[in-house]
């Protein structure tokens, strides 16, 4: 299996964020939209597969599984191509270093891919995970799922500025060096491997996404308040619903980006030009 070196991935890096800067407006809103939904297919996966298993049984295993399989999305994203905000904080901060794009082409790509990405976010906490019903799935008389989604949201809801921040910044550290790392390989196996670790780490360490963020807190906000949920509450058999749409761009969605453009573009994208620095 053969690899790049340090210096030939951080060119990589370079071309990508040149590439993502100079799409067509309808490349760049097809590429942010289906990365938005690549991240969220991943995500709903996850809450399907660790987040129903009960701790006392379990211990830290269902949280394992959680991360084990939500690198679904960050793997779809880089092998089959799409354009991720979190992995174009580090590609468009090289790019920029090497003055391959001006500072207006980076921010406005940068925030194009967040909006993009929202949307596809949304899509899918709606159509997919939603109105499909396969949220409300019923085990034993419960909505395991939904309760899952609805806790979920409540717990990213309720962190602290700080929290959130520092978080947001872990998680976008090993992103963008699972991406670094993607890079390195010229085969798929090896890039998959790459992906896989540093995602299961960010997730399974409790670390947040922005991206990951737009689905899963709609998607417990929408759920909660559903009257299939609501009926549960009321019977005592789960957690009523805390967020909202103002919790979730305050207390996490605002932080949390603020971090992931600081873990991308800072800890991975600045220090490899400053290893790298000729």
Request: hydrophobic share 55%; glycine share 12%.
């Amino acid at each position: 299996m053969s690899t790049l070196t340090s210096s030939e991935i951080l060119d990589a890096t370079v071309r990508m964020g040149a590439s993502k800067a100079g799409q067509s407006p309808l490349s760049r809103a097809a590429n942010t939209f289906l990365a938005g939904m690549y991240i969220a297919i991943g995500g709903f996966l996850a809450i399907r597969v660790g987040l129903t298993l009960p701790w006392e049984t379990w211990g830290g295993f269902g949280k394992f599984m959680f991360g084990a399989v939500f690198p679904l999305g960050l793997m779809l994203v880089v092998l089959c191509g799409a354009d991720l905000f979190t992995g174009s904080c580090m590609t468009l901060t090289t790019a920029r270093a090497r003055n391959q794009i001006t500072l207006g082409q980076a921010l406005f790509t940068g925030a194009s891919s967040w909006i993009g990405n929202f949307a596809g976010a949304l899509f899918v906490a709606y159509f997919i995970a939603y109105l499909s019903g396969l949220i409300f799935d019923a085990a034993g008389g419960t909505l395991p799922y939904a309760s899952a989604a609805v806790n979920l949201a409540n717990a990213k809801s309720s962190l602290g500025f700080t929290e959130a921040f520092l978080r947001g910044a872990g998680c976008n550290w090993l992103v963008c060096l699972a991406v670094f790392a993607a890079a390195a390989s010229t085969e798929t196996a090896g890039k998959i491997a790459a992906l896989w670790f540093p995602t299961m780490a960010f997730v399974a360490l409790g670390m947040e996404h922005c991206i990951a963020n737009m689905f899963f807190i709609p998607l417990g906000i929408l759920t909660g308040s559903d009257p299939r949920y609501t009926a549960l509450v009321e019977a005592g058999k789960a957690l009523p619903l805390k967020a909202d749409f103002y919790s979730f761009f305050v207390s996490n969605l605002f932080p949390v980006t603020l971090g992931n453009v600081v873990g991308g573009a800072v800890l991975v994208g600045m220090l490899y030009l400053a290893a790298n620095k000729k």
